[in-house]
T-cell receptor
Framework: QKEVEQNSGPLSVPEGAIASLNCTYS??????FFWYRQYSGKSPELIMF????GDKEDGRFTAQLNKASQYVSLLIRDSQPSDSATYLC????????????FGKGTMLLVSP | GAGVSQSPRYKVTKRGQDVALRCDPI?????LYWYRQALGQGPEFLTY????????KSGLPNDRFSAERPEGSISTLTIQRTEQRDSAMYRC????????????????FGEGSRLTVL
């Protein structure tokens, strides 16, 4: 059973702070890792993907991957109230393959 | 439209009835996926197609669930003899292709079809 584990939260941070979201996965063969954001009542949308160990930065977002520890994280700098959403971690055993196994998601609340 | 379109957006049915959920992917997207999302959970993979070929149906819960994409575009997910446990949001997603370095693996999700079985 391939599993993706996330703390369901909510994770509460003040505006301007760094939000750190974590995810672990069970399948050592996982190759591609994704973070999707889902606003309440809306569909998930991709915000970051990472394939290689290390950090990948895109604006205020940084994805971190450690395959040896089977751990992937998402950092959001200068958090804004508009970042309040559920963040879904997803993995797949293939490069660029879209049959994803999702975690339950972590709810992030950014207070003004 | 530019996005993935699903219909109906809401479906209420009685236990034992059959339902058909429709998905119209983004034009030009080769791959089409069906996911199911329960409240408070992440999407759960059901099945996917490349063009008209069903490549993987390992996520379909049982033989009451089936899907087709006969012309490689619009897809229909059919649930026969619905049960209360089938109640969920059914999400369709599409992507440019299923594999390849040119594909980030990004899925574009539709707004979903919320199924309620009474």
């Amino acid at each position: 059973q391939k599993e993706v584990e996330q703390n369901s939260g909510p994770l509460s941070v003040p505006e301007g702070a760094i939000a750190s979201l974590n995810c672990t996965y069970s399948d050592r063969g996982s190759q591609s890792f994704f973070w999707y954001r889902q606003y309440s009542g809306k569909s998930p949308e991709l915000i970051m993907f990472i394939y290689s160990n290390g950090d990948k930065e895109d604006g205020r977002f940084t994805a971190q991957l450690n395959k040896a520890s089977q751990y992937v994280s998402l950092l959001i700098r200068d958090s804004q109230p508009s970042d309040s959403a559920t963040y879904l971690c997803a993995v797949t055993p293939y490069s660029g393959y879209s049959t994803l196994t999702f975690g339950k998601g972590t709810m992030l609340l950014v207070s003004p | 439209g530019a996005g993935v379109s699903q219909s109906p957006r809401y479906k209420v049915t009685k236990r034992g009835q059959d339902v058909a959920l429709r998905c119209d992917p983004i034009s030009g997207h080769v791959s089409l996926y069906w996911y199911r999302q329960a409240l408070g959970q992440g999407p759960e993979f059901l099945t996917y197609f490349n063009y008209e070929a069903q490549q993987d149906k390992s996520g379909l819960p049982n033989d009451r669930f089936s899907a087709e994409r006969p012309e490689g575009s619009i897809s229909t997910l059919t649930i026969q003899r619905t049960e209360q446990r089938d109640s969920a949001m059914y999400r369709c997603a599409s992507s440019l292709s299923s594999r390849g370095s040119s594909n980030t693996g990004e899925l574009f999700f539709g707004e979903g079809s919320r199924l309620t079985v009474l």
